[in-house]
């Protein structure tokens, strides 16, 4: 589904033989689940680094184009369906009781380069430079919130906090998380 619906994208390209969209596409998630490099990625791939900078930045632009409105916080509706799986998996460990759950949220670090304004901001833990995205997803591990751009060096609870998730989150509703 994820390259159909980024294969016109990715397909305009200028050399004859273009490599196939699916080799572009898993290259870059490989490189953001994994938080690698353009070149270490590329290696791994077969491409150069620069086709992985420009693969990078063409699924970033349609992502946001094509699965933008896709992220939404779920109704009552599909949050009782999700909280029904998640008393399901509960279950199966032999959890008793869970309290209703809206998804489960944690945050990644995407390596960029230095920026040139208050680098210091960006360097995480690991110290590199990256960016500290935050996700929350359902009990089908589908997206319902992301929080992007935060400096690398923003702790996890504060991004939590500046993402106003909580917010949008009924009474009584719990988010999993590992703080």
């Given at each position: ?48 680094p ?23 916080m ?7 369906k ?9 279950t ?26 208050n ?17 929350l ?39 999993l998380?590992?703080?």
């Amino acid at each position: 589904m994820i390259v159909q619906r980024l294969r016109p994208y990715f397909e305009k390209s200028l050399t004859k033989k273009p490599l196939p969209t699916e080799i572009k596409v898993a290259s870059v998630i490989h490189m953001l689940a994994h938080g690698s490099s353009f070149r270490g990625d590329s290696e791994l791939f077969g491409l150069s680094p620069e086709t992985m900078h420009r693969a990078f930045i063409v699924f970033l632009n349609a992502a946001k184009r094509e699965f933008w409105s896709d992220i939404t916080m779920p109704n009552e509706a599909q949050r009782e369906k999700s909280k029904s799986v998640f008393e399901l998996k509960a279950t199966r460990v032999g959890a008793e009781w869970i309290p209703p759950i809206t998804g489960a949220v944690d945050g990644t670090h995407i390596n960029i380069r230095a920026p040139s304004k208050n680098p210091v901001s960006y360097i995480n833990r690991k110290q590199k430079f990256s960016l500290n995205v935050q996700a929350l997803v359902n009990a089908n591990m589908e997206f319902i919130h992301v929080y992007v751009g935060a400096p690398g060096r923003v702790h996890d609870q504060n991004i939590f906090s500046q993402s106003k998730v909580v917010d949008l989150v009924p009474d009584g509703w719990l988010i999993l998380g590992i703080v």
